[in-house]
């Protein structure tokens, strides 16, 4: 395995671990698509280190436990902007906003 690709793995696992981050979060910090990130950290980093590669594990699978909560809000988001276009979302617990007309 070359150089650049060892640092490059290396430094996405670092990034996942210290931000606690998604896989989908990752890769637009570092320029890359989801499915390399995924690969880069399932295949190649156990190669160059065990022990990272468990952390990096353990997180994805926690990420991987979470993800229908993770979904729910954002389905939950969706469709309340398709129900109500003209009203500003501010999160699960505010009440939308209306926009004025001016």
Do not use: W
Request: glycine residues 4%; charged residues 30%; aromatic residues 8%.
């Amino acid at each position: 395995m070359n150089y650049e690709v060892r640092n490059r793995v290396i430094s996405m696992a670092n990034l996942i671990l210290e931000k606690k981050s998604t896989v989908r979060d990752v890769a637009k910090e570092v320029g890359y698509s989801k499915s390399t990130v995924h690969k880069d950290l399932r295949e190649k980093l156990p190669l160059i280190d065990e022990i990272l590669y468990q952390k990096v594990c353990n997180l994805l699978e926690y990420n991987k436990e979470i993800r229908h909560i993770r979904g729910g809000e954002s389905t939950k988001i969706h469709y309340a902007l398709l129900k109500f276009p003209f009203e500003k979302y501010q999160g699960p617990l505010k009440k939308p906003v209306h926009k004025q007309d001016q």
